[in-house]
Structures are given as structure tokens and as C-alpha cells.
């Protein structure tokens, strides 16, 4: 493995850093001893408060992730579309097997490290390399603006916990593209302080899908706008294009587009879950995140569970959301299969849908909570 790394500071405020990663006879590899990590679990390789950043080359970074995965408390969080997926024996394992120890000997720490992150940098770029195998989040922006991602893969096993391809907080900016990513949880995920993101030429799976959130837990404020993710490829995934948000939240998701985007095996393509919990029981609350404007256009292909399920809050309904060359067709697997289902999600059909989504409700809902000051981005 060779690192070539060049920093340049012809004029005072433009630094220029070039990380060179060449695959010769082997990886940059993630040590498995925790003690290894000493209080830096949260990440692993990280690049904080930068200017003009580049990670390129063709090499692979290893996180050797499987000793954390198989000691993974029961109570980590779970992707919560699984309580909708019911086997067709409806069967379902009570007793959990015992969590297998590693070959250290013990148990790993419950915080397990992202592979590659970003924090606070302007002018951001990665391509080329392979993430593999991370203990938790392969590749992570927060607080960027200015990012460009391309020709890079991330793979993990399906099964693998809470190992998320791309993981967006509070970036502006973004473009992703021509990329392979899968993982055992979402192939892209947007968090809140999100705006100005293009994905496209992504192939996802296996994984969770491309998600917006969750948002809004612990009744926080999320803002998220002007997502638009296109050309996309998904096969195996649990979800297909997502947006999930916690009860109790406040803030917007708005201006976002889902286009062209072929599923194959997908048990959910189209989701917005407004009632999202990762725990085994969540309380009723009335305030939201506020969604508007969302557009679905040409998703096509097979579901193995249920093609549409629009989840809306009852205070604060789903508004704006348009349907355009809908054609989802069923293929039965090893789950009970179900009709499109919408609660409190109002819109508009511009062309036939297959199946038909006859439960959106055409307009705008006739009473709507109008949202504060304080709720809005």
C-alpha cells in the first residue's frame, strides 16, 4: 500500500490536501483489539475542519467489522419497517440466540466506529477507493458543504448492524454518483441540516435503501430540503426510497424527488413511516415534522412485501405528494404480502398507477395544524 499525501498553501485561506490510496498487495486495515481504539471508537479514519480535501486512488479500506457485528447487544436499534414484515408460517424466534463472543475473548464495546468521516470541511472529495467491512458507518459527512463523492464502493454483508453506506448530518451541497454501496443498513442516509443533495447512478443492495432520517427524535427540530435522488438501481433491499421521522419532532422535510428508479426484490419501494422506533414501544405524540413536496416518478419493478405505505401524522398529514408512472409488481417470497396502505397522506395521481394507490387522498387536507414559529426550517 503507498499513501501519497500533498498540501499546498499558495494563497493563505485555500489549503489543497490530496490523500493518495494505491492498491499494491494489500489494505489499510482497522485493528480488532478495542483496546486498540483506546476513547476513540466514534471513528476510525477522520479528516476534521479542512478545505479542499481529496481521498482517491484505488486501494480498499478494511474496518474488519465482524468482531464488532456478532457481539452487537440485542438492544442496538433495529430498522423499524421490520414489525411490517410477516412470515408466511407466522413464525417468529422467540428466544434469540446468546451473543457469540468474538475471538477476543469478550465482549465488544456497544460504540463501534465509523470507517471514514468528514467533519466540518469545505470542498470535500472521495473517490475511487473501497470501504469494506465497517464496524459501524462506512463513509460519513457532518457539518460539510461542498461535497462530491463518486466511483467508490462500500460493501457489507445484508446482516450486518447499523453499517450504513453514505451518512449525511448536516451537510449542503452534496453530490453522489456511479457508486456501489452495499450494507446491512442504508445504502444512503440523509439526516437533519441536509439540503441541496443529488444522488444519482447509484446501485443499492443488499441494504435498507436510500432513507431521509429517522428525524426528530427525542423531540428535536429537523430540516431537511431539496433532496433529489435519481437513476437508481436496488435489488434485495428491505427499502426502497424512504423518508422516517419520529413522533414528537418538529422542522420539514420538503422539495424532494424520487425518480427513475428500478426495484427488483424490494420489499418496500415506497415508504414514508411518520411513526418511526427503533425500540419496542414508543409513545403517541402529537407534534411532527412536517412533510411537503414529495414526488415519486417512474419507480418500477417487483416488491415482495407491500409496494406503497404512506404513514402520515395525524396532526400534521403528508401534503403534496405526487405519484407519476408507478408500475410495482408483486413477487412472492417469504412474507405475507399487502395492498398499498396511506394514512393522512394527501396529493395528487398524475398518471394510472400499478397497483392502483386509490388510498391517497386527492388535495389538501380540509383542517391542518398550522405550524408554529418554532417548528419552522
Known amino acids: ?220 427540530k429537523a430540516c431537511v430540503s431539496n433532496i433529489t435522488v435519481r437513476d437508481v438501481i436496488m435489488h434485495n433491499t428491505m427499502n426502497g426510497v424512504r423518508i422516517k421521522t419520529w413522533q414528537g419532532g418538529s422542522g420539514s422535510v420538503q422539495g424532494v424527488l424520487f425518480s427513475n428508479i428500478q426495484v427488483s426484490e424490494v420489499e418496500f419501494p415506497i415508504v414514508i413511516d411518520q411513526y418511526y422506533c427503533d425500540k419496542s414501544k414508543c409513545s403517541n405524540q402529537t407534534s411532527a415534522v412536517a412533510l411537503s413536496g414529495i414526488n415519486y416518478e417512474r419507480i418500477r419493478g417487483t416488491y415482495t412485501v407491500k409496494p406503497v405505505h404512506f404513514a402520515c401524522s395525524d396532526s400534521l398529514p403528508c401534503v403534496d405528494v405526487s405519484l407519476t408512472a408507478i408500475q410495482l409488481k408483486p413477487m412472492q417470497e417469504k412474507y405475507h404480502m399487502y395492498d398499498p396502505f396511506c394514512w393522512q397522506t394527501f396529493g395528487e395521481l398524475r398518471t394510472p398507477t400499478m397497483p392502483p394507490i386509490g388510498c391517497l387522498q386527492i388535495g389538501k387536507p380540509s383542517s391542518n395544524r398550522i405550524q408554529s414559529d418554532h417548528d419552522l426550517c
Not at 440466540?97 to 475471538?103: A, D, E, I, K, L
Not at 467533519?119 to 460539510?144: A, E, M, R, W
Request: overall charge negative; glycine content about 10%; aromatic content about 8%.
Open 1 to 220: 500500500m503507498m499513501w501519497t499525501c500533498t498540501m499546498g498553501n499558495t494563497n493563505p485561506f485555500h489549503w489543497q490536501f490530496v490523500l493518495q490510496i494505491y492498491k499494491l498487495d494489500g489494505t489499510i486495515i482497522a485493528p480488532t483489539n478495542s483496546n486498540a481504539w483506546g476513547k476513540g471508537l466514534l471513528q476510525w479514519l477522520e479528516f476534521t475542519k479542512l478545505r479542499g480535501i481529496t481521498v482517491q486512488g484505488n486501494g480498499i479500506i478494511d474496518g474488519r467489522g465482524s468482531v464488532w457485528w456478532q457481539d452487537a447487544p440485542f438492544d442496538d436499534p433495529i430498522d423499524d419497517e421490520i414489525k411490517l414484515l410477516v412470515p408466511l408460517n407466522s413464525s417468529v424466534e422467540e428466544n434469540p440466540p446468546m451473543p457469540v463472543r468474538s475471538n477476543l475473548g469478550r465482549i465488544m464495546p456497544s460504540i463501534k466506529p465509523t470507517a471514514l468521516r468528514f467533519y466540518g470541511s469545505f470542498n470535500v472529495t472521495v473517490t475511487g477507493i473501497k470501504i469494506q467491512s465497517s464496524p459501524q458507518c462506512h463513509l460519513k459527512f457532518d457539518y460539510c458543504t461542498g461535497v462530491l463523492v463518486h466511483d467508490i464502493s462500500v460493501s457489507s454483508p445484508g446482516d450486518s448492524p447499523n453499517t450504513d453506506g453514505i451518512h449525511l448530518q448536516s451537510s449542503k451541497d452534496v453530490l453522489i454518483y456511479s457508486c456501489n454501496l452495499a450494507c446491512g443498513d442504508d445504502c444512503v442516509s440523509i439526516q437533519t441540516g441536509c439540503s441541496n443533495v443529488y444522488i444519482h447512478n447509484v446501485n443499492c443492495g443488499p441494504g435498507h435503501g436510500i432513507s431521509i432520517g429517522s428525524l426528530g427524535k427525542d423531540n428535536t
